[in-house]
């Protein structure tokens, strides 16, 4: 749903990623207080790779989605499941097999279907192609970052700390540049809903991390696309074609193979055990 606030917001990206980021540092700070603790230092120092990451991430996508279609833009963030298995063994320790990397190829097939079924503009611009590609492979980094960070942070702790480090780096940004980042009263909605419902998403992927392998998590995320096709098909009117149905369906099959055949994995070592957002960070196992 990502995509579909941010059209509706209609601003650049760099703008909807300052206002974005700092709405959810101060959301998630009031969380993190609520819950009887503060940001720590160290959890900032191990959220700062994912933070800038995933500040990129978002900036490069909001400014695609206004250069070239969404369905491109979603087509090529739908192959970040890819880029994870590609990167789960070396860097996580995860066996992939062949069989979940198989179903992970169905599955963004089956995505690729949903976004473009309706038909891909071929007039799309290059430099929106080329910034969406950028943004998968920073989404892809986050991603890991926050796999690897779940080892010792809490999944709030860890969120939070990667927002408010985004929400410092997008302002570094806008003083380089000189811009000033003018919100229409009429995108504040949008706004708002970008920052809570994909930030809450968010934290519940962080929670996750911890429980499922990155390579499960990372298919079970590509449905996204899929929510963004039926979300501007009531939102914006943007009709699904039987195409786009098949893809859906395909992709929700695949993806449902994945994590039935994987299980929820195995609690990452040195990891605390149990299903509460309120886990306190420990220390990596030595």
């Given at each position: 749903?990502?995509?579909?606030?941010?059209?509706?917001?209609?601003?650049?990206?760099?703008?909807?990623?300052?206002?974005?980021?700092?709405?959810?540092?101060?959301?998630?700070?009031?969380?993190?207080?609520?819950?009887?603790?503060?940001?720590?230092?160290?959890?900032?120092?191990?959220?700062?790779?994912?933070?800038?990451?995933?500040?990129?991430?978002?900036?490069?996508?909001?400014?695609?989605?206004?250069?070239?279609?969404?369905?491109?833009?979603?087509?090529?963030?739908?192959?970040?499941?890819?880029l994870v298995l590609a990167v789960a063994g070396p860097?996580?320790?995860?066996?992939?097999?062949?069989?979940?990397?198989?179903?992970?190829?169905?599955?963004?097939?089956?995505?690729?279907?949903?976004?473009?079924?309706?038909?891909?503009?071929?007039?799309?611009?290059?430099?929106?192609?080329?910034?969406?590609?950028?943004?998968?492979?920073?989404?892809?980094?986050?991603?890991?970052?926050?796999?690897?960070?779940?080892?010792?942070?809490?999944?709030?702790?860890?969120?939070?700390?990667?927002?408010?480090?985004?929400?410092?780096?997008?302002?570094?940004?806008?003083?380089?540049?000189?811009?000033?980042?003018?919100?229409?009263?009429?995108?504040?909605?949008?706004?708002?809903?970008?920052?809570?419902?994909?930030?809450?998403?968010?934290?519940?992927?962080?929670?996750?991390?911890?429980?499922?392998?990155?390579?499960?998590?990372?298919?079970?995320?590509?449905?996204?696309?899929?929510?963004?096709?039926?979300?501007?098909?009531?939102?914006?009117?943007?009709?699904?074609?039987?195409?786009?149905?098949?893809?859906?369906?395909?992709?929700?099959?695949?993806?449902?193979?994945?994590?039935?055949?994987?299980?929820?994995?195995?609690?990452?070592?040195?990891?605390?055990?149990?299903?509460?957002?309120?886990?306190?960070?420990?220390?990596?196992?030595?």
């Amino acid at each position: 749903m990502a995509a579909v606030f941010a059209v509706l917001a209609d601003t650049s990206g760099l703008v909807l990623v300052f206002y974005r980021m700092w709405l959810g540092a101060a959301l998630f700070a009031v969380m993190l207080l609520a819950s009887g603790r503060r940001l720590r230092w160290r959890t900032v120092l191990v959220a700062a790779p994912g933070g800038v990451l995933l500040t990129a991430d978002m900036t490069f996508f909001f400014d695609s989605i206004r250069l070239t279609s969404v369905a491109v833009a979603t087509v090529i963030g739908a192959l970040q499941p890819l880029l994870v298995l590609a990167v789960a063994g070396p860097f996580l320790g995860e066996r992939v097999g062949v069989r979940r990397a198989l179903l992970a190829a169905v599955a963004v097939g089956g995505v690729s279907l949903t976004v473009v079924g309706a038909g891909v503009p071929s007039h799309g611009h290059l430099r929106g192609d080329l910034l969406a590609t950028v943004s998968l492979v920073a989404w892809s980094g986050y991603f890991i970052a926050a796999k690897r960070a779940s080892r010792t942070c809490d999944a709030l702790e860890y969120t939070t700390g990667a927002t408010v480090v985004g929400a410092f780096a997008t302002s570094l940004i806008v003083l380089a540049t000189g811009s000033v980042p003018v919100l229409h009263r009429s995108a504040w909605v949008w706004v708002a809903l970008l920052t809570v419902v994909p930030g809450l998403a968010h934290l519940l992927m962080n929670w996750a991390h911890r429980r499922i392998d990155a390579g499960v998590s990372s298919v079970i995320v590509s449905i996204n696309p899929v929510v963004a096709s039926v979300g501007s098909w009531v939102v914006l009117d943007q009709r699904l074609t039987a195409l786009q149905v098949v893809g859906g369906a395909v992709s929700l099959l695949a993806i449902t193979l994945v994590a039935r055949g994987s299980g929820t994995g195995k609690a990452l070592q040195g990891a605390p055990q149990g299903g509460s957002l309120d886990d306190q960070v420990r220390p990596a196992p030595g």
